[in-house]
């Protein structure tokens, strides 16, 4: 399997924040691999006649080279309830398609439906997504994620979120809790109260 990857939303034909897959992905390209010349990821994937409709994941796999670009139907999660889990001991600064240390936290959930990441004493992620915390009056997004999503980084930039310093003896700060990614819109995003976080 190539060692990154990119998740991208496609609705209806049209690949979602697009700017921003292709900004992480000459980043990635650039700082792991020491490439300064990238494919257009517009140019590199193309929505055949059948992937026009409806709301699909396209998946692109890479290295060097771009390996393989997938499709397949997205279907929401349904997440009630985190698990607060200590990560101090991950890196995923980059969207690496092994996730094996995500998933060995993942599997400390319990009884809960995902993780809500703690890194360095600093609230992060949750297993598959960035997070978002409402204080009754703003969004506002840890400012110390594993890993800075597309949808997060498209937020932050018209204003919609804004970046806190987010640690768990200051959660009684918000009322809930958003889970976002390149799938998921802040409106669309699982919602969590936060007494159905768990420590």
Not at 50 to 79: A, H
Not at 120 to 136: E, K, L, M, Q, R
Not at 171 to 195: D, S
Request: proline share 3%; with cysteine.
């Amino acid at each position: 399997m190539s060692p990154y990857i990119e998740t991208i939303r496609l609705q209806n034909g049209e690949l979602k924040n697009l700017s921003y897959h292709q900004a992480r992905f000459e980043r990635t390209r650039l700082l792991e691999l020491g490439l300064r010349t990238h494919p257009d990821l517009n140019q590199m994937i193309k929505i055949h006649k059948g992937l026009d409709r409806g709301l699909l994941k396209c998946r692109v796999m890479y290295g060097k080279e771009i390996e393989r670009i997938e499709f397949e139907l997205y279907s929401r999660r349904v997440v009630k309830s985190l698990k607060v889990v200590e990560a101090d001991h991950i890196s995923y600064s980059f969207k690496y398609s092994d996730r094996i240390a995500l998933d060995a936290l993942f599997a400390q959930r319990g009884n809960c439906d995902d993780i809500l990441m703690v890194k360095n004493g600093c609230v992060t992620d949750s297993h598959f997504a960035n997070t978002a915390f409402w204080d009754g009056a703003t969004w506002f997004t840890p400012d110390t994620p594993l890993l800075p999503g597309t949808m997060r980084a498209s937020l932050l930039e018209k204003g919609v979120l804004k970046m806190a310093r987010i640690t768990p003896g200051n959660l009684n700060n918000y009322h809930n809790i958003r889970l976002i990614n390149a799938m998921n819109t802040l409106q669309e995003g699982a919602e969590i109260a936060l007494n159905s976080v768990v420590y």
